[in-house]
């Protein structure tokens, strides 16, 4: 591996806290700015614990100790003195008919204790009780091993609720229920190097990243969450970020308590450069949310989280493997110099394979220059390829020419990364290229990556040459090695024009709101009249239209908006109208616009639909039909989706979504996101369609969902016509319904 370049709320003053906004300031930990809450009132700063004192505690109690042979509480009471030695702590046992524990006084009760506690392990199986005494001893962090909570269903839900609400009264923070001992697990402290930060819902799928420290991968910290009563995944992921030796953080994620602290901790990582890598399970979850309208069909709760995560530069992979060798290379790598991959190897069938995947996974794979090959071909037969992927052929891997190729190639100032698969041991040629590519990666700043595919992994060159170097970057899969070169390169890409849109987020309301204040209904579905007045107040363009109330009217209105016309019927609950028969579209006198008229209040009629009028529309054609909206998720509160409108929508299912607040540069990655998007680059002839106002669109959208998140249930807009590029972007009809 490389080596390392590397408003918040007032809170008790017991619960010290770092201010997370920028970089971390000097003073008191706490401070009261109004300023750090959003137009919504959401914080816009980490809330960060200071956990300091729970991962290096000067003394820890042990509540409910023992040193009877076989009773579990013995082998935790065991590993806890081993810990505490390691970490310099003192250990008051607490037992209340015990006078000793493995030699140590012990006191009866939490009252009784010697002297002050940073940290109160509870062996017991209700630690409610506890928690008072702790608070009263001013106790700033404890850990409840009990299970019988969420995990279990309604009542134990109800209990970790209790247990909750009396950690929220107190001063406390606490860790669990239902977690284990890998916090104090004996980390490896002959390691040097950036390490990985590890947080786990479920500690057991921990043991891969743990298991690193054996190929000298350095861990510092491992924070078992459990059922999250109070401290969380977002808590552990801000304080990560902040420490020093930190050089990724990976995450085992079953399920986030608060998206929002997520996001906030998440943006804290960025703000520092800190890497995040994360298994979030839960892909094949489907979303559950009944939704009147096409965007809150669109996406899942799963869709959102990938979302939210790829907006702060959350690292998201499926496996155990791939979290290890992701987060291994993210830690220790230094950034790249350049973006260009080239892959370097023994056989042309292997390159051209590995190359194939590469590209396929996103990687720019440059072709060599002339000049560089013609370099190469002095040590390489002439009928080999050497333009990207490049053959050696094997024999010149086995003397003095093998370092000239790799030399030759970490030279090219378009080459950021080498990689070079083995897929099996073939002494002495593959002992003697290892040999070379680690001798290379020592004298060059640019990321080697060898991928050894032989099943076995005794041989000497992987276990002591490829493993014994801190400037190699060893796999055991081609795919775990170019996930994680992709996510490198990713990652730098990203925090390189990383601005926290939690800056910029608006925090008073916009003249915008007043109007649509008075527009909402709670508990109500809009009519179309009314959605669209909701969308001219927040400045988005809607046709020219008129509501009537008689076919008289309606004659009178079609010659003031223009020929042709659309006529709809508009009444609240009215949700599709073209499947009822609600919608008449190209008309073009007045004796069609009478009809039309008559047709929509029979059908309403026969129906049962109750209207406020019909409206009569101007007709718009050219363009490109998109749709764009809000949902609200359970997990982060509002959320902006944009995709394929019209019928597509329901066809296709293309559709991109975004947590607020987000900038120009996320509402255009968005549209890059979409399968469709090359309609709007303009296709068989058609113009290019007006991406700015769609961007445009769909920032004024997030500002509702911002504004009126708390009283807006969903917002469809479909379709909303994109015009050809410089004339804007037109909602045709929109559907909003409100909490």
Not at 714 to 719: A, G, T
Request: net charge neutral.
């Amino acid at each position: 591996m490389l080596g390392s370049t590397h408003g918040t709320l007032t809170t008790d003053s017991r619960r010290a806290r770092v201010i997370a906004c920028g970089e971390q300031r000097p003073g008191p930990a706490v401070q009261d700015r109004v300023a750090d809450l959003d137009v919504s009132g959401r914080p816009l700063c980490a809330d960060v614990p200071d956990l300091t004192r729970f991962f290096r505690p000067r003394s820890v109690a042990v509540i409910g100790a023992s040193d009877t042979e076989g009773r579990p509480n013995t082998g935790i009471t065991r590993q806890l003195l081993d810990w505490a030695a390691r970490v310099g702590a003192r250990v008051h046992p607490v037992h209340p008919t015990r006078a000793s524990v493995f030699g140590l006084p012990c006191a009866a009760s939490v009252a009784g204790l010697p002297g002050p506690v940073d940290l109160a392990v509870l062996l017991v199986a209700d630690p409610l009780p506890l928690i008072e005494e702790l608070d009263a001893a001013k106790v700033p962090f404890a850990v409840a091993f009990a299970s019988g909570f969420a995990e279990t269903g309604e009542a134990g839900a109800e209990a970790q609720d209790r247990l909750a609400e009396a950690v929220r009264r107190s001063g406390l923070r606490l860790l669990g229920p239902n977690t284990n001992l890998n916090a104090f697990e004996r980390f490896r402290d002959d390691l040097t190097g950036p390490a990985i930060a590890l947080i786990t819902q479920s500690g057991h799928q921990g043991r891969p990243v743990f298991a690193l420290q054996d190929l000298g991968i350095r861990l510092s910290h491992w924070a078992p969450t459990g059922n999250e009563a109070d401290l969380e995944t977002a808590d552990f992921l801000s304080w990560f970020a902040e420490q020093p030796e930190v050089g990724a953080i990976a995450a085992y994620v079953e399920g986030l308590k608060d998206g929002r602290a997520f996001l906030l901790a998440a943006d804290r990582a960025a703000r520092r450069k800190v890497p995040v890598v994360a298994v979030k399970v839960g892909r094949t979850e489907a979303g559950a949310r009944t939704a009147a309208s096409h965007t809150g069909k669109l996406t899942g709760a799963d869709d959102v989280v990938d979302a939210a995560m790829r907006q702060y530069g959350v690292i998201r992979v499926d496996a155990l493997d791939e979290l290890q060798d992701t987060a291994a290379l993210l830690a220790r790598a230094r950034a790249p110099l350049a973006e260009g991959v080239v892959v370097y190897s023994i056989s042309g069938g292997t390159g051209a394979h590995v190359a194939d995947l590469a590209t396929a996974a996103g990687l720019r794979l440059p072709a060599l220059s002339p000049q560089k090959q013609a370099e190469l071909h002095q040590w390489i037969p002439e009928y080999l390829s050497v333009a990207n992927p490049v053959d050696s052929g094997g024999h010149p891997v086995g003397d003095r020419r093998g370092r000239k190729i790799i030399d030759a190639l970490l030279a090219d100032p378009g080459v950021g990364v080498l990689i070079c698969p083995v897929t099996g041991p073939f002494p002495p040629l593959s002992d003697r290229l290892v040999r070379d590519l680690v001798a290379a990666a020592e004298e060059t700043d640019k990321l080697v990556c060898v991928v050894w595919g032989s099943p076995a992994g005794t041989e000497p060159a992987y276990r002591e040459v490829l493993l014994g170097s801190s400037r190699v970057a060893t796999f055991r899969t081609v795919g775990n090695c170019l996930t994680a070169v992709r996510a490198w390169l990713g990652h730098h890409r990203f925090v390189a024009d990383y601005r926290s849109p939690f800056d910029t987020a608006p925090r008073t309301p916009s003249p915008s709101f007043r109007k649509a204040e008075a527009l909402l209904q709670p508990g109500r579905q809009l009519s179309e009249h009314a959605a669209k007045q909701l969308l001219r107040a927040y400045g988005i363009r809607v046709p020219r239209e008129q509501l009537v109330t008689s076919a008289a009217g309606a004659v009178r209105a079609a010659g003031q908006v223009g020929y042709p016309v659309v006529m709809k019927a508009s009444g609240a609950q009215l949700a599709h109208k073209t499947e009822l028969g609600l919608v008449k579209i190209g008309l073009t006198s007045a004796s069609q616009v009478r009809d039309a008229y008559r047709e929509l209040t029979d059908i309403a009629r026969y129906e049962g639909v109750g209207l406020d009028g019909v409206l009569v529309c101007q007709m718009i054609e050219q363009g490109v039909e998109m749709m764009a909206g809000v949902t609200h998720d359970d997990l982060f509160g509002p959320t902006v989706t944009v995709g394929l409108g019209g019928v597509l929508v329901e066809v296709l299912h293309d559709a991109a979504v975004r947590v607020p607040p987000f900038g120009e540069d996320q509402a255009r990655a968005m549209l890059g996101e979409l399968r469709g998007r090359a309609l709007l680059s303009g296709v068989r002839g058609r113009p290019p369609a007006d991406t700015d106002a769609l961007v445009e669109v769909v920032l004024r959208i997030q500002r509702m969902a911002l504004e009126l998140g708390a009283h807006l249930a969903e917002l469809d807009i479909n379709p909303l016509l994109v015009l050809p590029r410089g004339q804007g972007a037109v909602a045709l009809d929109a559907l909003v319904v409100c909490r």
